[in-house]
């Protein structure tokens, strides 16, 4: 029996491939001029993609995806990614709540550090200011995974749902990163290269933060600016997270179906403003709980910030540092 005809669409996109191919090989810088969107874009990421990018090949479907990150990247800093959420991700949001309800006293046992310490661990509330110029301490309470991957010392809880989520966050990155790569016309492997170092004393700045947010109406998390490379942020269906536009305005930015990608500093200083590190903040609401992934290269790969030119580790500590004070 003979097969169905092609629809109309895939004959279009079959007619338009080569040229397609031909345009998105070479990407070219573009300049790209403010406007007055207020819909953060939206990326439809296929697993395929990733898988092909894995095993070294750039389909057609993810040059487009590079392309669409590099304007999303370009005028927002921050996107919408349409991937599928891992099972993981329901584990560990069920753990978090059950760990952010315990006694103050069991979740204080976790806290191995000022936030950000290499152990990782928990952050109780009032502790943190990502905004320090302001002087507010922010409504939040967090637990954080560092790149080590020994989580033999976290709560037992958040321990093994936390394994898993972190390695499906880590292919994630890469894919990310490696379609940044095809945007900016460099090899492949590049900034996979930088973020995942082969030598264990080398360590990177991947990190996996579980947010609890307080029930407040003021702001909970101030202004700022992310410190490394992406933040893959699943933020739920309730808003919380609000994105500076380009116009100056702050606007709601949620997406329950997939991840918010945002670019960071580093991000901004790679490619010398090409792509944006942007303002954002969290406004009040009822208690919610976020899951931000935290991507950055190896602590001594050099990157030029605000004209700076810095190690990465020196950038991180630094920033972490004044959250702190």
């Known amino acids: 029996m003979k097969g169905a005809p092609p629809s109309r669409l895939k004959q279009l996109l079959v007619s338009i491939a080569p040229l397609l191919c031909v345009f998105f090989l070479k990407p070219t810088f573009v300049e790209i001029a403010p406007d007055e969107s207020d819909e953060v874009p939206l990326i439809i990421l296929e697993p395929s993609v990733c898988s092909a990018l894995d095993n070294g090949a750039v389909t057609l479907e993810g040059k487009i995806a590079a392309n669409e990150l590099d304007l999303a990247m370009g005028k927002y800093g921050f996107a919408r990614v ?35 310490n290499d152990k990782g661990g928990y952050t109780s509330v009032g502790v943190e200011s990502v905004n320090p110029k302001s002087g507010v301490k922010d409504h939040v309470q967090n637990y954080v995974f560092r790149d080590d991957l020994q989580f033999d010392h976290h709560a037992p809880t958040l321990a093994s749902p936390g394994v898993a989520y972190f390695k499906e966050m880590s292919s994630l990155t890469k894919c990310l990163n490696s379609l940044s790569s095809v945007a900016l016309d460099l090899p492949l492997d590049h900034f996979n290269d930088v973020t995942f170092p082969s030598l264990p004393d080398d360590k990177n700045g991947l990190a996996l933060r579980i947010t609890n947010y307080e029930p407040v109406s003021g702001i909970r998390y101030g202004e700022h600016t992310d410190y490394q490379m992406f933040t893959i942020l699943y933020t739920g269906e309730e808003e919380g997270l609000q994105v500076k536009l380009p116009n100056g305005e702050f606007s709601d930015v949620t997406f329950g179906d997939g991840f918010v990608v945002n670019a960071g500093d580093f991000w901004a200083g790679i490619t010398k403003g090409r792509w944006r590190s942007v303002t954002h903040r969290v406004k009040g609401g009822g208690a919610r709980i976020t ?10 790969w050099k990157v030029n910030v605000d004209g700076e030119e810095v190690t990465a580790g020196e950038w991180l500590n630094r920033r972490l540092t004044k959250s702190n004070e």
């Open 82 to 116: 349409s991937y599928p959420k891992p099972d993981s991700l329901s584990h560990l949001l069920t753990a978090a709540e059950s760990f952010f309800s315990s006694p103050q006293e069991f979740r204080d046992q976790y806290t191995f550090g000022d936030y950000g």
């Open 291 to 300: 899951v931000p992934f935290f991507t950055g290269p190896r602590g001594s």
